[in-house]
């Protein structure tokens, strides 16, 4: 079974901390995924990454960066975190071609910014 | 991506199939149909998919009809760990990465 696993299931920080989520998959995906999901907004992807040391934008990159040495790594930095940055957090991994679209999830992160 | 509509919320009794429908009218003829489920507080997770022949694995079936313009996934034996959202998602081999998951089925499996 593909196994995601994020570092922190619950995290509590305040404003204007560095953040830093981990994401490690063991399935040797291309693909690696950052989404963010809040109530009513449904889920929201922040960036994603195609290959080591790639990233590319989603659709709410504002007050995060990405970072992926390593294939099985993806990290998801806020630089500095506030209040808005409150939410669940939730990983993704798929494998590149036409099974991109069958994203492995891990348990997810819920994050509090205080 | 063609667009899909769910309904809002389903029950079903333990023990039964429950069959959860999705329109999707305007899917194009490269799209997939996919489902995934979200159990609260966990992330979502991947059910089956399928192009236009219906699929079965160790989850649940599906059922595309031969319009494609809807589909049915049939959890045979519905338990109440099956209590979660639901998610019909139609999505074509190209394009961009991400997944847009809609409001879902909120289904209940009831003792």
């Known amino acids: 079974d593909v196994k995601v696993t994020q570092s922190s299931r619950y995290l509590v920080k305040r404003t204007g901390e560095k953040v830093f989520l981990e994401c490690v998959q063991d399935?040797?995906?291309?693909?690696m995924f950052w989404y963010r999901q809040d109530p009513g907004l449904g889920l929201r992807l922040i960036y994603f990454?195609?290959?080591?040391?790639?990233?590319e934008k989603g659709d709410i990159p504002e007050g995060y960066s990405v970072s992926r040495e390593k294939k099985e790594r993806f990290s998801l930095i806020l630089e500095s975190a506030s209040t808005n940055q409150t939410s669940m957090y939730l990983c993704?991994?798929?494998?590149?071609?036409?099974?991109?679209?069958?994203?492995?999830f891990g348990a997810g992160t819920r994050l509090s910014v205080l | 991506d063609a667009k899909t509509t769910q309904p809002p919320s389903m029950d079903c009794a333990e023990g039964r199939a429950a069959n959860l429908p999705c329109n999707h009218s305007?899917?194009?003829?490269?799209?997939?149909v996919y489902w995934y489920r979200q159990i609260h507080s966990q992330g979502p997770q991947y059910i089956i998919h399928?192009?236009?022949n219906n699929e079965t694995n160790e989850m649940a079936s599906l059922i595309i009809t031969e319009d494609r313009k809807s589909s049915t996934l049939i959890l045979p034996h519905a338990t109440l760990r099956d209590t979660a959202v639901y998610y019909c998602?139609?999505?074509?081999?190209?394009?961009?990465?991400?997944?847009?998951f809609g409001q879902g089925t909120r289904l209940t499996i009831n003792p």
């Open positions: 993704a991994s798929s494998q590149g071609g036409p099974a991109k679209n069958i994203q492995y």
């Open positions: 399935m040797d995906h291309e693909n």
């Open positions: 990454s195609y290959d080591v040391k790639m990233k």
């Open positions: 305007t899917i194009s003829g490269n799209e997939y």
């Open positions: 399928g192009l236009k």
């Open positions: 998602i139609v999505r074509g081999s190209q394009g961009a990465q991400k997944l847009v």
